[in-house]
């Protein structure tokens, strides 16, 4: 019996080893639209994509990150100024891409451009904190969705949402949980509409890869600003350790292993050139070994972990 188990088992590992190894024909002939290319993932990705000969259509929020990503690239590689918090931006740059693709159509979109902050306590933001990361985080992939989908029908290509699996399982407060749940939701109903018409949806859900969160830098000027804006009533709740412990904290979930961005940028890359692609990925050992085996626990182990690790206000009952 174990015999004849481990036979099946090796026979399906054999089967999966050789679906994911079958990549797309003409390659090279194939359109690709990144936003978010300045830096991260988003210039990893256009660098890795144009080694291996597609034609990629860069969105980027300034023209030193485009004339810098131009300069590590072939001539294949075009850039657009992109900002994908505005309707006007982005419809312009679909119609440059529609210009680019003809009558290929665009075989593959990718929503990469995203935020992070303002990220802090829910009591410590205003209504504009949580609009300024789900105009970028949400509504722009939303947007530039829209605005490109009838040529990646046209193409019946691929539709690549870079989520978080904070986007599974929310530890802070702010818009960036919140906008990632919403990626996750968009991204379930495009694809089950989609696959009508031949375009395949996948998902992205990145562990913990933002190394600048703990360094201070940006992260803690935003963090005091944020706490520099709170009522008096709210300091006296939280304290004037609550910073301190709170970035403590954030270091320590840091994973304690050398991060490769290409962990990412791989996914992605699977996603737009394999013929069998997955739904969701989730690289980083601590998106699968943690957070999302977390994600399936009842709420309240989760929020015994959360309390267990978050940093306790100094007024707290």
């Not at 002939?29 to 860069?58: N, P, W, Y």
């Not at 375009?199 to 201070?216: C, L, R, S, W």
Request: net charge neutral; charged share 20%.
């Amino acid at each position: 019996m174990w015999l004849h188990l481990a036979v099946l088992v090796g026979l399906f590992c054999l089967l999966r080893w050789y679906r994911e190894r079958q990549v797309v024909s003409h390659l090279r002939d194939k359109f690709v639209f990144i936003t978010g290319c300045d830096s991260g993932f988003g210039s990893l990705l256009a660098r890795q994509l144009d080694l291996r000969g597609l034609r990629v259509l860069a969105g980027c929020l300034t023209e030193q990150g485009a004339e810098e990503l131009r300069s590590q690239t072939s001539g294949r590689l075009q850039t657009v100024i992109l900002d994908v918090t505005k309707t006007e931006s982005i419809a312009a740059a679909a119609e440059w891409v529609k210009e680019c693709v003809g009558d290929r159509g665009l075989w593959g979109l990718v929503n990469n451009a995203g935020i992070c902050t303002p990220m802090a306590p829910n009591q410590w933001l205003t209504k504009q904190d949580f609009v300024k990361v789900l105009e970028v985080n949400l509504l722009g992939v939303i947007d530039v969705t829209l605005n490109v989908l009838p040529l990646v029908r046209k193409a019946r290509g691929r539709v690549v949402n870079v989520s978080s699996i904070m986007g599974r399982v929310s530890f802070n407060g702010g818009g960036y949980s919140i906008s990632k749940f919403g990626v996750e939701a968009f991204s379930d109903s495009l694809r089950r509409e989609l696959c009508y018409f031949g375009v395949k949806v996948a998902v992205i859900e990145p562990g913990y890869f933002i190394t600048n969160m703990t360094q201070g830098g940006n992260f803690l000027e935003n963090l005091q600003a944020l706490w520099n804006q709170t009522s008096p009533e709210v300091k006296e709740l939280y304290g004037d350790n609550f910073i301190a412990d709170f970035l403590k904290i954030l270091s320590l979930l840091k994973p304690p292993w050398p991060q490769n961005l290409s962990l990412v940028t791989d996914c992605m890359e699977h996603a737009l050139t394999a013929c069998h692609p997955h739904t969701r990925y989730s690289p980083g050992w601590d998106a699968k070994f943690l957070y999302l085996p977390m994600s399936y626990l009842p709420s309240f182990l989760v929020d015994l972990v959360v309390y267990w690790c978050y940093p306790r206000p100094a007024k707290a009952l």
